[in-house]
């Protein structure tokens, strides 16, 4: 197992659970056909029904076999659920939380970040929530974004709302940015750039094979166990639910399972770890934007 020799960062080692060395979450991104919607959003027509019956294929089949993969392994899964695919898919969110897993938002048509004002955001978000409470009787106590892009005042509306946040990248282990507890993804641990592939002569390139992906998964793995960091592993319904990714999930979960100082948690439990440790303190960033180079103003002395 890969193990760091040397430590240069500034940064502490980030402090697991007394026992064990780092910590892994599987995570559910239940998108269905919701960003096909959004996407036709402004269309009163739309002929072809290809790509809605591949995303059909996860609340139908996908979905379901994602659930007997965790209960093999009697793991605790955080599902981040648009709020249209519950409206539309009633079963799901009582099956994930008579389950015991966690249920997340992920925005109520998976609106895109660029796509949406301020006031519709907090609209959004209020009516999600108000749909998970009448589902299931449950306020989410976490948020990922659509496409996992933040702004201030969606941070300050999660913060509000004493929610935690699972969209930025600014660290492998947990942190607070904006005092809201951050609980990083990671692009290279999502199985979409891999393996979404949509057919119609959309795509730029075939999905990856299985097998490499898996060894990098591993790698990561490995790495990250090693350096006291977070492995988010982030699938879809539809794109993971197929049979072969099923096997690859199964081989990267019997490597995760075999050690026993790796901490396997819902996205939720180790939110609540950091917000009550003092990583809280040791990893609290400030909220910056980019200064944008056209801003800048340039003078020639002399």
């Known amino acids: 197992m890969t193990t760091p020799a040397t ?13 064990k060395r780092s910590a892994f979450c ?11 919607l959004w996407s036709l959003r402004e269309q009163t027509v739309h002929r072809t029904v290809g790509q809605f ?15 007997d993969l965790l209960a093999r392994f009697g793991i ?4 981040f659920v648009p709020a249209v695919v519950a409206e539309k898919h009633p ?11 966690e249920v997340g938002l ?8 660029s796509h949406v004002s301020d006031q519709e955001f907090s609209a959004a978000l209020e009516a999600s929530i108000e749909l998970f409470r009448r589902q299931v009787g449950v306020t989410p106590a976490g948020f990922r974004s659509p496409a996992w892009e933040m702004t201030a005042h969606m941070l300050a509306e999660v913060k509000a709302r004493g929610m935690y946040d699972s969209s930025l990248s600014g660290f492998d282990n947990p942190y607070t940015i904006a005092d809201v507890v951050e609980v990083p993804v990671q692009w290279a641990l999502d199985d979409a750039v891999f393996f979404k592939f949509l057919g119609g002569g959309v795509d730029n390139w075939a999905p990856s094979p299985p097998r490499q992906v898996l060894e990098g998964w591993i ?8 350096d006291a ?18 096997r690859l999930l199964e081989t990267l979960l019997e490597r995760v399972c075999a050690d026993p100082t790796a901490w396997i948690a819902t996205v939720g439990e180790v939110a609540a770890h950091h917000a009550g440790s003092v990583n809280r303190d040791r990893f609290d960033v400030e909220l910056q934007t980019p200064e944008l180079i056209a801003a800048r103003r340039f003078s020639r002395e002399g």
């Open 26 to 36: 599987f995570t559910v991104d239940v998108d269905a056909e919701s960003p096909l």
């Open 91 to 101: 079963e799901l969110l009582p099956a994930f939380v008579e389950r015991g897993h």
């Open 53 to 67: 019956e591949q995303r059909q294929f996860g609340p139908r089949v996908g979905i379901w076999r994602l659930l």
């Open 219 to 226: 790698d990561e793995w490995d790495m990250l166990h090693a």
């Open 229 to 246: 960091g977070l492995f988010m592993l982030t699938v879809h319904d539809w794109i993971s639910g197929r049979g072969h990714r099923i």
């Open 76 to 79: 605790k899964g955080s599902f």
């Open 7 to 19: 430590r240069s960062s500034p940064w502490p080692r980030y402090e697991w659970p007394q026992g």
């Open 106 to 113: 992920h925005g109520y048509f998976h609106e895109i970040v």
